[in-house]
């Protein structure tokens, strides 16, 4: 089950969009079906690309939705609305995470 919450469901399709732009691409310069499989790097680059997408994305998403109010009695702000999640967790977080997720894969192999 996926669970988001606004635009949050674009991590998920923009990750699987650049890893089989990745391998589409790969596999067309190598002339090899089993090069992307075989090798960890290709996965590391799709991850890399997602993860400045969905980076720049999430930002500019978060900019652009939701309200700051200001408390009048703490003068705290609190944004209200504008949440985009993946899994619970907002949109440009999940930068940092596909990096991580593509240096794992870079050693993970057929």
Do not use: H
């Amino acid at each position: 089950m996926v669970i988001w919450s606004g635009w949050g469901f674009l991590v998920g399709v923009i990750t699987f969009g650049c890893l089989i732009a990745t391998e589409f691409l790969v596999e067309e310069v190598y002339q090899d079906e089993q090069f992307y499989q075989a090798n960890g790097w290709p996965k590391l680059a799709g991850f890399l690309a997602s993860a400045v997408i969905v980076g720049v994305v999430g930002r500019w998403i978060g900019r652009k939705q939701g309200r700051v109010l200001i408390d009048p009695e703490t003068g705290e702000e609190v944004r209200v609305g504008g949440n985009n999640t993946f899994f619970f967790i907002p949109m440009e977080k999940w930068a940092p995470i596909l990096l991580v997720l593509g240096v794992i894969f870079l050693f993970v192999t057929d």
